[in-house]
Structure formats: structure tokens, C-alpha cells
T-cell receptor, first 113, second 113 residues
Framework: GENVEQHPSTLSVQEGDSAVIKCTYS??????FPWYKQELGKRPQLIID?????GEKKDQRIAVTLNKTAKHFSLHITETQPEDSAVYFC????????????FGPGTSLSVIP | NAGVTQTPKFQVLKTGQSMTLQCAQD?????MYWYRQDPGMGLRLIYY???????DKGEVPNGYNVSRLNKREFSLRLESAAPSQTSVYFC????????????FGDGTRLSIL
């Protein structure tokens, strides 16, 4: 079945450094790849998404890259701040329904002041 | 505009008890979803409803039933609660076929003793 893998599971960086989270997906028909941030005890919230017709998208300190040939996509956070500390989930939609996404297991990011 | 509203926020049940988790959205979205979130396992899809009047099983449907009461409301029922169903449950909604991000409720924290 469809699967999304995510690495690393935990990540600690110094404030001001960059953080990179990588995901791979199995369904070659996937064409929508959102990233969600979940702070402790809160709901997941979308921070950025990318569609298969582009290879990179940037929003201030956050960027996402997509390699459809290799079936992997990555989240890049530059100039990290303590408020970036959270769990980040990648996801990919599936060919059975473009309304359904499969989530990765999450990456717990800690930004050390 | 409240977005996605879930009730209750917290619940403790005894094994064998039944209960219904309620979810309502006011964004006129067609598709609605129920997820459970367990430590280290990300968000796993229990059931989803692509449109009013339709429901489909997700990854982990056993022990649950759902009802898409109307376009706004999508409920999740545990007929006979088991300790393995202790989890945080999230409801989400999105527009069908538009590759738009999912909007999540605040979650229901459910403990089964």
C-alpha cells in the first residue's frame, strides 16, 4: 500500500542554524505534498505545500524541494528560532483519492537557544 | 468562522463503554476525515467521507463506525471501547479534488481504562 517515510525522527539544532527533514513516498501518482507543524498539545497546521508541477517553493525561512523521479521531498528551515520547536509531519496524497493523504511518522525538532 | 470544531476535548471511558465523538465544519468543505494520533506513529486515517452520504475505511477502521450526518457533521463512534483505542483523535476537512490542505480540529484526548 501507499507509504510515506520520514527522517530523522528527532532533530536538535542550535538557534540560527538550519534544519532539514527528508521524506520519501511510494505512490508514483502522488502530486500533492503538504507539510504540517504541530506544537505540543495543539492541532497540526499547514506550513507549506508543493505540487508536482514545481520543484521548489519558498516562504520566508521555510522551503520545500521535490524530486519526483526519486520520489522524495524535503523541508528546509533556515535561521531557526526557539518557536520553530515542534513536531513536523510530511504527507503525500494517493492515487485512489486526491482528497486523501498519507502522513509520515513525524520529526520532533528542538531548537536550542 | 470557527473552522473545524470537535467535542468533547477530553474523555475517560471504561472498557466496554460506548461513545460518539462529534465533528463539525463551517467552511462548506466536501471531504471530512477522522485520524488517530499515537506517539511515534503520526496521524493514521480511521475513516473518511469524500462527500455527503459516502464513507470509506482508512488504515485503521476496526472498532470504529462513522456517520456523515450532513455536509457539516461527521461523527466517530466507538461501540465497545478498548484500552488500545486510547489516543488523540483529530477530525479534518478539505475541499474535494482541489488539492487543498486539510484543516484540523483541536482534537479529542480519549483514555480507555
Amino acid at each position: 500500500g501507499e507509504n510515506v517515510e520520514q527522517h530523522p525522527s528527532t532533530l536538535s539544532v542550535q538557534e540560527g542554524d538550519s534544519a532539514v527533514i527528508k521524506c520519501t513516498y511510494s505512490d508514483s501518482a502522488s502530486n500533492y505534498f503538504p507539510w504540517y507543524k504541530q506544537e505540543l498539545g495543539k492541532r497540526p497546521q499547514l506550513i507549506i505545500d508543493i505540487r508536482s508541477n514545481v520543484g521548489e517553493k519558498k516562504d520566508q525561512r521555510i522551503a520545500v524541494t521535490l524530486n519526483k523521479t526519486a520520489k522524495h521531498f524535503s523541508l528546509h528551515i533556515t535561521e531557526t528560532q526557539p518557536e520553530d520547536s515542534a513536531v513536523y509531519f510530511c504527507a503525500a496524497n494517493t492515487k485512489t483519492s486526491y482528497d486523501k493523504v498519507i502522513f509520515g511518522p513525524g520529526t520532533s525538532l528542538s531548537v536550542i537557544p | 468562522n470557527a473552522g473545524v470544531t470537535q467535542t468533547p476535548k477530553f474523555q475517560v471511558l471504561k472498557t466496554g463503554q460506548s461513545m460518539t465523538l462529534q465533528c463539525a465544519q463551517d467552511m462548506n468543505h466536501n471531504s471530512m476525515y477522522w485520524y488517530r494520533q499515537d506517539p511515534g506513529m503520526g496521524l493514521r486515517l480511521i475513516y473518511y467521507s469524500a462527500s455527503e452520504g459516502t464513507t470509506d475505511k482508512g488504515e485503521v477502521p476496526n472498532g470504529y463506525n462513522v456517520s456523515r450526518l450532513n455536509k457539516r457533521e461527521f461523527s466517530l463512534r466507538l461501540e465497545s471501547a478498548a484500552p488500545s483505542q486510547t489516543s488523540v483523535y483529530f477530525c479534518a476537512s478539505t475541499n474535494r479534488g482541489s488539492n487543498q490542505p486539510q484543516h484540523f480540529g483541536d482534537g479529542t484526548r480519549l483514555s480507555i481504562l
